[in-house]
Antibody, heavy 121, light 110 residues
Framework: QVQLVESGGAMVQPGRSLRLSCAAS????????IHWVRQAPGKGLEWVAL????????YYADSVKGRFTISRDNSRNNVDLQMNSLKTEDTGLYYC??????????????WGQGTQVIVSS | QTVVTQEPSLSVSPGGTVTLTCGFS?????????ATWYQRTPGQPPRTLIC???TRSSGVPHRFSGSILGNKAALTITGAQADDDSDYYC??????????FGGGTKLTVL
């Protein structure tokens, strides 16, 4: 079955960096775009970033543009989210999710369990 | 700045019908926004209910349906059950690889 497992969450100080990873299995990874979505404590879901199935298309929410970088390795079925210049408002539970459709972008469909990021001094 | 709007809260009686909507602060939702709906319960990842406006996700009961109503996307629950008491989120595709979630609707079944 489709499985996505996030890792790398931690508590870090503002201004520091963190790298999240998403390991995928159970589907043809190279055919699907992958999203990162987060949820801050007491807040709603926020779309963060997307990498296309080939890895050439990379898209970001305005709130993270210029600070976060998404990448994928189709040989290892893995997606990373490099987060730099972290702010307290980046605190939250970060999910990776597979897109619903092959070779395109529609919306997150199957989700991992999430990894917790806490940005605090 | 584009904002995706949802009702903050709604309530429905058991067995009743309720419609949640998902719209733009200005403009209309169309099928090319691929409205997708999620149910969010504490301690669990989001559960995908409806993809791309109309398509029920695998294993989702038929009482959940998606549509376009007027200028908004809609999620209708027909014959609400107690375990539908949850938070519901929509996401819209804005184009150029960008997506935006609504603020969520807290649905109470009582």
């Amino acid at each position: 079955q489709v499985q996505l497992v996030e890792s790398g969450g931690a508590m870090v100080q503002p201004g520091r960096s963190l790298r999240l990873s998403c390991a995928a299995s159970g589907f043809t990874f190279r055919n699907y775009a992958i999203h990162w979505v987060r949820q801050a404590p007491g807040k709603g879901l926020e779309w963060v970033a997307l990498v296309s199935h080939t890895g050439t298309g990379k898209y970001y929410a305005d709130s993270v543009k210029g600070r976060f970088t998404i990448s994928r390795d189709n040989s290892r079925n893995n997606v990373d989210l490099q987060m730099n210049s972290l702010k307290t408002e980046d605190t939250g539970l970060y999910y990776c999710a597979k897109d619903w459709t092959r070779f395109g972008v529609v919306a997150p469909d199957t989700w991992g369990q999430g990894t917790q990021v806490i940005v605090s001094s | 700045q584009t904002v995706v709007t949802q009702e903050p809260s709604l309530s429905v009686s058991p067995g009743g019908t309720v419609t949640l909507t998902c719209g733009f602060s200005s403009g209309s939702v169309s099928p090319t926004n691929y409205a997708t709906w999620y149910q969010r319960t504490p301690g669990q990842p989001p559960r995908t209910l409806i993809c791309s406006t109309y398509t029920r996700s695998s294993g989702v009961p038929h009482r959940f349906s998606g549509s376009i109503l007027g200028n908004k996307a809609a999620l209708t629950i027909t014959g609400a059950q107690a375990d539908d008491d949850s938070d519901y989120y929509c996401v819209l595709y804005l184009g150029n690889g960008i997506l935006l979630f609504g603020g969520g609707t807290k649905l109470t079944v009582l």
